[in-house]
């Protein structure tokens, strides 16, 4: 086997962390998500989860756009085509990771 | 390059594939709003049935038919049936799913998970359109048309884009079963059925007899929608 064709080269560092990983998840199955569903859904702090979020942003992963409904201030997060990209490679390369060690796992 | 030796923590591949189906499953059980759908379209196709009952018929009552004529573009939508059933069914087609999205836009904000059902508006317009011109073109099998049902199997579509929109099964399973439904209704006299178990009306109840091809694909969706409810209310009482 080459180095090159190792499932391990697939994973993403931006996309690999937990957390992140998670914000992907649940922002590809809406058209976007709330700060406040993000945060209780991934049990997060408001801080934690904002750094998680600059770090997908500035890797184009996801557009937040913050605004008001009436007087409360509200934060959407929406996942571009490149944050799906990201995600399906991801899922790609774990479920290739688990077959290969399924495979070579003693019978 | 990623940390992936993992000593079996909550990093490990197969963890991190469990975490996302569970993240998954959660957030579209949040999402799932299609009890309100099944519901409107329930009552929207009930609310109908006074427009397909016969006129009188029978002895002093010679058989008159009324027919859409003053609206000739719309006629083949309904077959021979009233202007006013053309109207209504005019007004639910463009109203329904407007107010479908303004009902998952209410629930995206409240729950903080946006469904996108701006496509279903879209895909409901371009069919609701489609099943308008099709049959002026006479692309659409007239066994369709004949009992005015036609908007039944646009109401079926509409359920079909939901169910991808909401990416849930239970939907496409109701979504099934109402196409079943609306097929029926739209190819066969219910009332049939309803014969043989029986049911023998006298000839000035006869005007009723199409009623069955209506209410059964309204009773359909109002079990449905009434079953969805339940469901989605016990979910979110549980989180």
């Known amino acids: 086997m080459t180095a090159a064709a190792h499932p391990t080269n697939g994973l993403d560092e931006t996309v690999h962390q937990r957390h992140r990983l998670g914000i992907l998840t649940i922002a590809a199955e809406a058209e976007s998500a709330d700060f406040g569903y993000l945060r209780d859904a991934l049990d997060l702090t408001p801080g934690n989860l904002s750094r998680h979020l600059t770090v997908l942003e500035d890797a184009g992963l996801v557009q937040v756009s913050k605004g008001y409904e009436g007087r409360r201030p509200r934060t959407w997060v929406k996942i571009t085509g490149e944050g799906r990209a990201a995600l399906t490679a991801e899922i790609a390369a774990l479920t290739e990771l688990v077959r290969r060690h399924d495979g070579a796992a003693p019978a | ?239």
């Open chain 2, 1 to 239: 390059m990623a940390d992936t030796d993992g000593d079996g923590g909550s990093d490990a591949p197969a963890s991190l594939l469990s975490e996302i189906r569970r993240r998954r499953k959660d957030a579209r059980s949040v999402r799932h709003a299609y009890w309100l759908p099944l519901i409107l379209f329930g009552l929207v196709i009930g609310a109908s049935a006074p427009f397909y009952v016969l006129p009188p018929f029978g002895p002093g009552h010679p058989v008159v038919w009324t027919s859409a004529a003053s609206l000739p573009a719309l006629a083949p939508l309904l077959g021979q049936n009233s202007t006013a059933l053309t109207i209504y069914w005019l007004i639910a087609i463009g109203a329904g799913p407007y107010v479908t999205w303004l009902w998952y836009l209410r629930h995206g904000r409240q729950v903080g998970l946006m469904t996108p059902a701006r496509g279903f508006v879209i895909a409901g317009v371009v069919v609701g359109l489609l099943c308008l011109v099709l049959p002026a073109f006479q692309l659409v099998p007239g066994d369709l048309m004949v009992r005015g049902t036609l908007p039944f199997l646009i109401v079926a579509a509409g359920l079909w884009v939901l169910a991808w929109a909401e990416r849930s099964a239970g939907l496409a399973v109701v979504a099934a079963v109402f196409t079943g439904a609306a097929l029926l209704a739209s190819l066969y006299n219910v009332e049939n059925v309803l014969f043989r178990l029986g049911w023998h009306p006298t000839i000035a109840d006869m005007r009723f007899s199409t009623l069955p091809n209506i209410l059964l694909p309204a009773l359909v969706l109002l079990a449905s929608g009434a079953g969805a409810y339940l469901v989605q209310r016990r979910r979110q009482v549980a989180s």
